[in-house]
């Protein structure tokens, strides 16, 4: 299995903050990845996929950038409604996997 | 727009077989070229990817999962299943029921952008 690591574990962060998750797999990827957010009690959210393109509507923003082994996602101008728990996952091979994830608090 | 909602039983001896039931509304199986999907995500731990079906039936397991995993479709209910057997505690899960995503210019198996709300299922004497 390609194993996916997350840092920080844990952020906190403000309204308004820029914030920045970076997403390691343990082999090569391409650019297959993408980026979830889960909310308690609910399921997660596509937010981007293929490293950087936006799922229909997802707000601006959210970016995401890298390929290979290292990817980040990116929330400018943090909202309230983004505290939540975000996790990456690979999609290069028939077994995907996810990160740990990051949470982001208050 | 598609919906998704499980259903099965919450509670399940060890050794058993967990059952669940994913309907689908808003939508059926026989369009386009999305998997159905069932992922599970532990107490307190992360997401794990369980396996899918096509809705011309053919199905993929996780490896990890595969001796144990069945993922089938009944395009007469508009619904699909998950079965599991010999559950242990380790299978103690809120499992999720999704759909593959589609694009305008392709079809993700393992991209997921239509959920249900998932269920909790405990396993448990």
């Known amino acids: 299995d390609i194993q996916m690591t997350q840092s920080p574990s844990t952020l906190s962060a403000s309204v308004g903050d820029r914030v920045t998750i970076t997403c390691r797999a343990s082999q090569s990827i391409a650019n297959y990845l993408a980026w979830y957010q889960q909310k308690p009690g609910e399921a997660p959210k596509l937010l981007i996929y293929?490293?950087?393109s936006l799922q229909s509507g997802v707000p601006s923003r959210f970016s995401g950038s890298g390929s290979g082994t290292e990817f980040t996602l990116t929330i400018n101008s943090l909202q309230p409604d983004d505290f939540a728990t975000y996790y990456c996952q690979q999609y290069n091979n028939y077994s995907p996997t996810f990160g740990p994830g990051t949470k982001v608090d208050i | 727009q598609l919906q998704l909602q499980e259903s099965g039983s919450g509670l399940v001896k060890p050794s058993q077989t967990l059952s669940l039931t994913c309907a689908v509304s808003?939508?059926?199986?026989?369009?386009?070229?999305?998997?159905w999907n069932w992922i599970r995500q532990a107490p307190g731990k992360g997401l794990e990817w369980i396996g899918y079906s096509y809705h011309g039936g053919s199905t993929y397991y996780n490896p990890s999962l595969k001796s144990r995993v069945s993922v089938s479709l009944d395009r007469s209910k508009n619904q699909f299943s998950l079965k599991l057997s010999s559950v242990t505690a380790a299978d103690t899960a809120v499992y999720y029921c999704?759909?593959?995503?589609?694009?305008?210019?392709?079809?993700?198996?393992?991209?997921?952008?239509?959920w249900g709300k998932g269920t909790t299922v405990t396993v448990s004497s």
């Open positions: 999704a759909r593959g995503y589609c694009s305008s210019a392709s079809c993700y198996d393992y991209l997921w952008d239509v």
């Open positions: 808003g939508g059926s199986f026989s369009s386009g070229g999305n998997s």
């Open positions: 293929d490293a950087s």
